[in-house]
């Protein structure tokens, strides 16, 4: 490459460089959702996380990716070591650990960060963000764990998304916590449902949070399900885009409302089985057939 090329290639990531991240696409809808959520009332105080695989081109179009500001290690509560070898090198948007959602919009560059899983698998290199000195959510692991499971059974899948939903909540304590009865009457509730998470609800027990143990049991379920319910505590979520993921939580707490708004009263309708079927076979979409009661 001769000079004058190297000076317009230098010049073009420069320009490049110079996009604003604050108007990144990827920036807006992360700080557009946490503010949803938050107004839904699903993520009080610091709860939820939300992380999301970016292109690593796109970013490049705001951020020098040479750049690292700090290295963060890479641990969970209980410092154990777990795989993301599959990850190595990829970049995510994700939520600070102690931040608020509430807050998230008005300051994202403190609230949120852009990290890169370190080549030692050791860290996360800080491209932007965190600005007072912050970290990732304490359920960075799980997120990783969730992503590298998703991805082996979805390769777009983007976004892995916590949080405390009211009513899912609410149902955890007055609903048997077994994975086709939970799901059969939130499948009840709407008939939207069955089409939009054919694949039902994953639980896990409850267990203490911010932990490999719990990341790794996620995962686990992720490979069956993109919803797993963390009992009396909220819900993860997994998508290829933002809406898709915010939608899928978005659906399972309307169904848990109903089901709240009327499990203390006598049921007088529901939405059979038969119809149910109905529904995936006109969608056309593969279902859990072992979910249902069919005669
Ligand atoms: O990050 O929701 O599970 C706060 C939480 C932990
Ligand atoms: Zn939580």
């Known amino acids: ?3 004058m090329d190297e000076v317009r290639k230098a010049g073009a990531t420069i320009k490049r460089a110079c996009k ?6 990827f920036v807006r809808e992360m700080c557009d959702t946490a ?3 938050y107004r839904l009332g699903w993520d009080e105080r610091n709860g939820g996380n939300i992380s999301y695989l ?3 081109k796109e970013v490049g179009e705001y951020l020098d990716l040479n750049d690292v500001k700090r290295t963060i290690p890479l641990m969970g509560v209980n410092a154990a070591n777990f795989d993301v070898s599959s990850l190595v090198g990829k970049i995510f948007l994700v939520t600070g650990t102690g931040k608020y959602f509430k807050n998230v919009k008005a300051d994202p560059e403190t609230n949120l960060g852009i990290v890169r899983i370190a080549e030692d698998k050791k860290g996360v290199e800080l491209l932007w963000g965190y600005k007072d000195g912050g970290r990732p959510t304490s359920e960075l692991p799980s997120h990783l764990m969730c992503h590298a499971a998703r991805l082996a059974v979805d390769p777009e899948n983007r976004v892995i998304m916590h949080s405390h939903p009211t009513h899912t909540l609410a149902m955890n304590y007055v609903h048997e916590l077994d994975e086709k009865k939970f799901t059969h009457t939130l499948w009840e509730m709407c008939t939207e449902c069955i089409v939009v998470f054919p694949d039902g609800v994953g639980i896990l027990p409850w267990m203490l949070c911010g932990t490999d143990e719990i990341g790794v049991a996620t995962s686990k379920k992720m490979h069956d399900f993109r919803l797993v319910v963390w009992a009396m505590h909220g819900i993860y979520g997994a998508g290829k885009t933002m809406d898709e993921t915010f939608g899928l939580i978005e659906t399972v707490e309307k169904a848990a409302q109903i089901y709240m708004l009327t499990a203390h009263l006598p049921r007088v309708n529901t939405i059979k089985d038969e119809d149910m079927v109905k529904l995936v076979e006109l969608f056309g979409v593969k279902y859990r057939k ?4 069919l005669k």
């Open 35 to 37: 503010d949803n959520m």
């Open 290 to 293: 072992d979910f249902l009661d």
């Open 54 to 56: 970016l292109d690593e």
């Open 20 to 25: 604003d991240i604050f108007d990144a696409p």
């Open 1 to 3: 490459m001769g000079f």
